[in-house]
């Protein structure tokens, strides 16, 4: 059996790549949107968004971003 490697596909992200936790935010606040649209009772709880999306685009604006930046700007997406 012979594989070719250059058959793959090329834009599959690595899993602790930013933007996939940029995109699992943004899904999950539209849940959380849904959610509280179909049961107003209450105060919707804070996500933050505005500042999560600035912190992202702080981060994947840069070209070269150093590890530290990378590192602070994962810890923030998932916290």
């Known amino acids: 059996m012979i594989y070719d490697a250059t058959a793959c596909p090329q834009d599959i992200a690595y899993p602790t790549d930013i ?28 996500t933050y968004r505005q500042v999560a999306r600035k912190r992202y685009l702080k981060v994947a604006q840069n070209k070269n971003p150093s590890r530290k ?11």
């Open 19 to 46: 933007r996939l936790l940029d995109k699992s935010r943004e899904i999950t606040e539209a849940i959380i949107d849904e959610l509280h649209a179909a049961n107003p009772l209450g105060k919707k709880p804070r």
């Open 69 to 79: 930046v990378i590192r602070k700007g994962i810890k923030f997406q998932l916290q």
